[in-house]
């Protein structure tokens, strides 16, 4: 154990199965007893310097120790358009859509200044309503087999704590555009709420709500992560589900010969039984090259679609918690990669592929 300025506050998610743990530099009035995770804060185990609210993309793999616990080895590197892969560290803790890419606005921003606004949001964690308050953490972008770090020996790794990015959370809660008006039949939000008068509301987190500071809202797919198309929140994107398992089931009764009375039960059915919604982060871990085990954790999950015990969680993660990953088995290596329910026609998935990741603790 060694000696750190620091406290935890812990809880209780579901049905007691899932917990957040935070961490914060503001409590100075006594040290307490800290377990050695591997964290990245500079002069805790690692030597980059990350100011505070910004974000950097280290050239070449870097190094994070635990006193008496080991070290890891964070692969990382930059890429041509601007993205990186694998763990970026970043202090950001962005909660709501930047206000430079509103409408109306008085000036059109530019392209390198929508950039900079959505690569604030990427590489932002979503901590809810309070601050971020663990410092320096790692913002993880998967790109194959690309996102992984490596031990100096192997290891157990009994956990990591994982949350989503600011550019996830909103996606995934309001879609690429919000506004006071949802189209039922799109369940995007329209941009007007009639003619040319724009559909305003206030960006979420943002107490103020001063009509004057009200807008549309958007977060751009600048990377092209969802092929061309606005994402539609997940909450949309089952109801869509549900609506075309509903009418399909409906047509196939009708062909069927069933009666109007049996087709429409037939397409209730359908539709109270189809189901759609899940991001899933997945983690491998292997010894010296050879598979130990596969660990799953679901950062965002709707009923009925995860096997028990998540078979009814109905979450999109808002705050840091934990992922067990012991069932891995003594490793010197884990990989990260991610799923998630949104994909195109060729199977590819649309969810921007970050999420956010601290606190390695081995053991």
Same mark, same amino acid.
């Given at each position: 154990?060694?000696?750190?300025?620091?406290?935890?506050?812990i809880?209780?998610?579901?049905?007691?199965?899932?917990?957040?743990?935070?961490?914060?530099?503001?409590?100075?009035?006594?040290?307490?007893?800290?377990?050695?995770? @591997?964290?990245?804060?500079?002069?805790?185990?690692?030597?980059?310097?990350?100011?505070?609210?910004?974000?950097?993309?280290?050239?070449?793999?870097?190094?994070?120790?635990?006193?008496?616990?080991?070290e890891?080895?964070?692969?990382?590197?930059?890429?041509?358009?601007?993205?990186?892969?694998?763990?970026?560290?970043?202090?950001?803790?962005?909660?709501?859509?930047?206000?430079?890419?509103r409408?109306?606005?008085?000036?059109?921003?530019?392209a390198s200044?929508?950039?900079e606004?959505?690569?604030?949001?990427?590489?932002?964690?979503?901590?809810?309503?309070?601050?971020?308050?663990?410092?320096?953490?790692?913002?993880?972008?998967?790109d194959?087999?690309?996102?992984?770090?490596?031990?100096?020996?192997?290891?157990?790794?009994?956990?990591?704590?994982?949350?989503?990015?600011?550019?996830?959370?909103?996606?995934?809660?309001?879609?690429?555009?919000?506004?006071?008006?949802?189209?039922a039949?799109?369940?995007?939000?329209?941009?007007?709420?009639?003619?040319?008068?724009?559909?305003?509301?206030r960006?979420?987190?943002?107490?103020d709500?001063?009509?004057?500071?009200?807008?549309?809202?958007?977060?751009?797919?600048?990377?092209?992560?969802?092929?061309?198309?606005?994402?539609?929140?997940?909450?949309?994107?089952?109801?869509?589900?549900? @609506?075309?398992?509903?009418?399909?089931?409906?047509?196939?009764?009708?062909?069927?010969?069933?009666? =109007?009375?049996?087709?429409?039960?037939?397409?209730?059915?359908?539709?109270?039984?189809?189901? =759609?919604g899940?991001?899933?982060l997945?983690?491998?871990?292997?010894?010296?090259a050879?598979?130990?085990?596969?660990?799953?954790?679901?950062?965002?999950?709707?009923?009925?679609?995860?096997?028990?015990?998540?078979?009814?969680?109905?979450?999109?993660?808002?705050?840091?918690?934990?992922?067990?990953?012991?069932?891995?088995?003594?490793?010197?290596?884990?990989?990260?990669?991610m799923?998630?329910?949104?994909?195109?026609?060729?199977?590819?998935?649309?969810?921007?592929?970050?999420f956010?990741?601290?606190g390695?603790?081995?053991?």
């Open positions: 154990m060694k000696k750190i300025r620091k406290y935890f506050t809880t209780l998610l579901a049905a007691g199965a899932l917990f957040i743990y935070s961490c914060t530099d503001e409590v100075k009035e006594r040290e307490i007893d800290f377990p050695n995770d @591997i964290t990245f804060n500079e002069g805790q185990g690692i030597s980059i310097n990350v100011p505070w609210l910004t974000f950097v993309v280290p050239d070449a793999p870097y190094k994070a120790t635990a006193y008496h616990y080991g890891v080895t964070m692969n990382v590197k930059k890429n041509a358009n601007g993205t990186h892969t694998g763990f970026a560290l970043s202090s950001k803790n962005y909660r709501s859509y930047p206000w430079l890419t409408k109306p606005i008085t000036i059109t921003p530019s200044q929508i950039k606004a959505v690569d604030s949001s990427i590489y932002s964690v979503y901590s809810g309503t309070y601050p971020n308050q663990l410092g320096t953490f790692t913002v993880v972008r998967v194959g087999d690309d996102a992984f770090f490596s031990i100096d020996q192997p290891r157990v790794v009994e956990h990591v704590i994982v949350a989503n990015t600011n550019y996830n959370f909103q996606l995934l809660n309001y879609g690429s555009r919000y506004s006071s008006k949802l189209n039949t799109t369940q995007m939000y329209d941009e007007y709420s009639s003619g040319t008068t724009f559909a305003t509301v960006n979420p987190n943002i107490p709500a001063a009509p004057a500071k009200f807008a549309v809202w958007y977060l751009p797919d600048i990377y092209n992560f969802g092929g061309g198309q606005d994402y539609i929140r997940l909450a949309g994107q089952q109801i869509l589900h549900k @609506i075309e398992a509903g009418r399909a089931a409906g047509i196939a009764a009708r062909l069927a010969g069933k009666t =109007k009375a049996q087709a429409t039960a037939d397409s209730t059915a359908a539709y109270t039984a189809a189901v =759609k899940y991001v899933k997945i983690a491998k871990g292997y010894l010296n050879t598979l130990t085990g596969t660990s799953e954790y679901y950062i965002a999950l709707f009923p009925g679609i995860a096997p028990a015990p998540f078979d009814l969680w109905n979450t999109i993660q808002g705050a840091w918690a934990k992922w067990d990953l012991s069932s891995l088995g003594l490793v010197n290596k884990v990989v990260f990669n799923d998630s329910s949104d994909k195109d026609g060729t199977g590819k998935m649309r969810t921007p592929p970050y956010c990741l601290d390695i603790r081995l053991k």
